[in-house]
């Protein structure tokens, strides 16, 4: 299976999308958006961003658990990952982003 986005709406009507792995593990959620366009826009926005080491932010949560945001280059939060327990599954995480967000497979489930 190769890597895609999917594009769903959640309980509110909003929109948003998942990235996932090509072995099917999300590797990125975005926030949500008021119109599924705007989706779009995001998920053409972490094609062109996720390439850019320095538009990751690295982060840990309070409850010591490790994250990170992908950001556009006017520093908006596009999406974000699950919680990792340690840096490296993280990282592992963000390699995988790299690699899969050019994709265009999108698949719509709105």
């Known amino acids: ?3 895609s986005y999917t594009l769903k709406r959640d309980g509110d009507g909003q929109f948003y999308f998942v990235l996932y792995a090509a072995n099917g593990e999300v590797v990125l959620t ?3 958006y008021a119109a599924k ?3 779009e826009n995001g998920i053409a926005s972490v094609r062109t961003n996720s390439s850019h080491d320095d538009r990751y932010s690295r982060n840990q949560a309070a409850n010591g658990k490790f994250y990170f945001n992908l950001k556009a280059a006017n520093h ?4 974000h990952s699950l919680m990792f327990s340690t ?3 993280r990282d592992v995480a963000i ?7 050019p994709t265009n497979s999108v698949v719509n489930e709105t």
Do not use: D, Y
């Open 1 to 3: 299976m190769p890597a």
């Open 30 to 32: 975005s926030e949500t």
């Open 37 to 39: 366009a705007s989706a």
């Open 76 to 79: 908006q939060v596009i999406g």
């Open 87 to 89: 840096t490296v599954a």
């Open 95 to 101: 390699a995988t982003v790299k690699k899969n967000g």
